[in-house]
């Protein structure tokens, strides 16, 4: 059963920083692509960030949103997914879920991806 379990969400302030993880269990996702997706209340989930191996080396495609303050790693050795997130602002508070994609698809379209974590909260205060 393959289970996806993040953490390291909380309140900071605008201009702070945190840092999501995703570790996986019952699957190796070294070569999965993993996705980052937030939903904010009352909005529809949005794609944040994604990272991908493509067989010779690995993407990783952002929001334009947050191009250039939030960054997507993995650790292969932790079977975990990481997202840093720096300079933050009230916009990107939010649900914020990992998810694996098994097959291939849009890495930014929340429908293809087949497994999701429960999802953490963050809140950024102006």
């Known amino acids: 059963q393959v289970q996806l379990v993040e953490s390291g969400g909380g309140v900071v302030q605008a201009g702070g920083s945190l840092r999501l993880s995703c570790t996986a269990s019952g699957r190796t996702v070294t070569f999965d692509t993993l996705g980052w997706f937030r939903q904010a209340p009352g909005k529809e989930r949005e794609f944040v960030a994604a990272i991908i191996w493509n067989g010779d080396f690995t993407m990783t495609p952002y929001a334009q949103s947050v191009k250039g303050r939030f960054t997507i790693s993995r650790d292969t050795a932790k079977n975990t997914v990481y997202l840093q997130m720096d300079n933050l602002k009230p916009e990107d508070t939010g649900v914020y879920s990992c998810?694996?994609?098994?097959?291939?698809?849009?890495?930014?379209?929340?429908?293809?991806?087949?497994?999701w974590g429960q999802g953490t909260q963050v809140t950024v205060s102006s």
């Open positions: 998810a694996i994609q098994t097959r291939e698809g849009a890495f930014s379209e929340w429908r293809l991806f087949d497994y």
